[in-house]
């Protein structure tokens, strides 16, 4: 059981983690296909039922650490039990422009009678046009699609709540994703948060704005003080209107736009960079001299002025107001770098300062981890990480303890 009595705020990436949510992968990663999975953004088809282990004994481990876990299936149908969040959750399912206007009616009136359960089951697999109900009449729409065709896009993205929204201190910032694959998933986050209990009087940062901002991006460097990765997903412009919603919401005095390569190995900033340690950072070595950052802040007019480009390390500790921002050296060669790098070893989760989740696979890095005194708890990710995230990328903190 969550205690929702406890107000959601985090505000650093350390802090002593005490409620996140999960998405436990369920059946919309049974929809992968060899045809779908490049445009669905999973490199292979993960076997469901070791994924779902996988999952659930990350979440015992999380739990064993004293994290409450909230699972998105169950936020999203609790949710869908208020009667405006059934009619929003209908809306987000279906899409005219695909299905034509009378196979949308018919798939409305059908969704507007079914249960929470089998709306929000709807809402994360999906539908193929077989699985919709029978209808009077003729639909040359549903003709001419195979059965196996979406009429409602599957989300199995959604296992990796980072992105698809981010607490900054006590507000939420619901994501606009970047990819086709990904972009419905706004959607059921925006449910949860307006009708589950727990978040209906939370605050939003990033409102309204919708230029592409995903939570891999959003690093929260120390309380007031957030770097936003600029590349494959975010854009400058999204990094931009975050940094302004931010500043005029008065909960962060400085943001640190870095420009990442624009490469599915690198397409979020969790994916070369994350936080283990109040002053340290695990990183990915051939980024360490590389990354750079411009430096926002906000002006005594109501703009803002930015700076740069700086070093990452230099800008951030600066930004931080520490004298230096530690990098873990996990001196690999190159290539073992790249390997672990790709399979997440940089995108580490950190329950408290100097104690991390990690997948098992990435021996060296781990290794290099607990030298430097890191304490690595090692959880099996052979299915999940074909999704290609890691342990950060599979969480979204809701609570942390202030450090
Ligand atoms: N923060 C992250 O790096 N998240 C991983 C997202 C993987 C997902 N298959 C995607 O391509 O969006």
Known sequence: MIDETTPPRVDSEVGPLR?????????????????????????????????????????????????????????????????????AGVHAAVDERRLGVDLADSLRSHLSSVSPEV??????????FEELPAAEGVSLVRLMNHPNDFAVDPLPNLLFTRDSSAWIGDRVAVSSLTMPARVRETAVLDLIYAYHPWFRHASRAYGA??????????????????????????TAAGAESLARSVFADGIAHTVLAVPI???????????????????????????????????????DDGS????????????????MGIDRLRVIDTGLDPVT????????????????????????????????????????????????????????????????ESI
Not at 209 to 234: C, K, N, W, Y
Not at 304 to 319: H, N, R
């Open 19 to 87: 409620a996140v949510l999960l998405h436990r992968p369920g059946n919309e990663l049974k929809r992968l296909t060899p045809r779908n999975n490049d445009q669905l953004l999973f490199d292979s088809i993960p076997w469901v039922d070791r994924a779902q282990e996988e999952h659930d004994a990350f979440a015992e481990v999380l739990r064993g650490r004293g994290v409450e876990v909230l699972l998105l299936a169950d936020a999203l149908r609790t949710a869908l039990s208020d009667t405006r969040a059934h009619a």
């Open 337 to 400: 770098a790249e390997r672990e790098q790709w399979d997440d070893g940089n995108n580490t989760l950190a329950l408290a300062p100097g104690v991390v989740v990690g997948y098992e696979r990435n021996v060296e890095t781990n290794a290099r981890l607990e030298e430097a005194g890191i304490e690595v708890l090692a959880i099996t990710g052979s299915e999940l990480g074909s999704g290609r995230g890691g342990p950060r990328c599979m969480s979204c903190p809701i609570r942390r």
């Open 209 to 234: 704005h919708s230029a592409p901002i995903e939570g891999g991006d959003v690093m929260l460097l120390s309380p007031g003080v957030l770097a936003i990765g600029v590349g494959e997903r975010t």
């Open 119 to 128: 709306l929000a089951e709807a809402l994360m697999a999906g539908m193929t």
């Open 261 to 299: 390569e624009q490469t599915r190995a690198t397409m979020h900033l969790d994916t070369v960079c994350t936080m283990v340690a109040a002053d340290a950072v695990v990183m990915y070595p051939l980024s360490r001299d590389s990354l750079t950052a411009f430096t926002m802040r906000p002006t």
């Open 304 to 319: 803002m002025k930015v700076e740069g480009p700086a070093p990452f390390l230099t800008a951030a500790a600066e930004a």
